[in-house]
């Protein structure tokens, strides 16, 4: 049964820690994406990865960071520096870089 | 400076009746649009596409029509169903192998029995 899996589905984040977020997919895609939705926007791109040990930051990448160590993982890591992290996080993936994108089910990012 | 535009951030309609939802983009350059449908809490859901070199593609109740000269694209669902209650977005990909999407704001749908 494939599909792309985010967890934690909730996420509770203290001042001045890191946190991160877990992204796996086992559709063979090699892009992978992520995207942040903020309450009556649309999705907005923090980083993407088009192959294995490769990324490129995204519009609003600034405090935050990835790896993309395996083709079926792309963990999202939200840094202290990141000044307003509480929103709905969304990763997505494609089988290549320029098709249709498929997303997870989302992890809702809170600030404690 | 938002590319991909939404104008209308909710749409309401009658069961079984037509819903359009509209879409507007700035950027030629864009050459592949989405549509996407989003329940709350939830990841979206792809729904549609077009390539440029298309100005209507259809997928059962599903049609989007793309405008290029007017850089404006709409969703129609007919006959629309309760279920259809969602957030709708549009999305547009540029030319080039980036993979980068642009989304509109989305537009919530609220088809009432």
């Known amino acids: 049964d494939g599909g792309i899996t985010q967890s934690p589905k909730y996420l509770f984040r203290k001042e001045g820690q890191n946190v991160t977020l877990s992204c796996e997919q086992n559709l063979n895609h090699d892009a992978m994406y992520w995207y942040r939705q903020d309450p009556g926007q649309g999705l907005r791109l923090i980083y993407y990865?088009?192959?294995?040990?490769?990324?490129q930051k995204g519009d609003i990448a600034e405090g935050y960071s990835v790896s993309r160590e395996k083709k079926e993982s792309f963990p999202l890591t939200v840094t202290s520096a990141q000044k307003n992290p509480t929103a709905f996080y969304l990763c997505?993936?494609?089988?290549?870089?320029?098709?249709?994108?498929?997303f997870g089910p989302g992890t809702r990012l809170l600030v404690l | 400076d938002q590319q991909v535009k939404q104008n209308s951030p909710s749409l309401s309609v009658q069961e079984g009746r037509i819903s359009i939802l509209n879409c507007d983009y700035t950027n030629s350059m864009f050459d592949y649009f989405l549509w996407y449908k989003k329940y709350p809490a939830e990841g979206p859901t792809f729904l549609i596409s077009i390539s440029s070199i298309k100005d209507k593609n259809e997928d059962g109740r599903f049609t989007v029509f793309l405008n290029k000269s007017a850089k404006h694209l709409s969703l129609h669902i007919v006959p629309s169903q309760p279920g259809d209650s969602a957030v709708y977005f549009c999305?547009?990909?540029?030319?080039?192998?980036?993979?980068?999407?642009?989304f509109g704001q989305g537009t919530t749908l609220q088809v009432k029995p």
């Open positions: 997505a993936s494609s089988p290549q870089a320029v098709e249709t994108q498929y």
């Open positions: 990865s088009q192959i294995v040990n490769d990324f």
């Open positions: 999305a547009a990909a540029l030319s080039g192998n980036t993979g980068k999407l642009i």
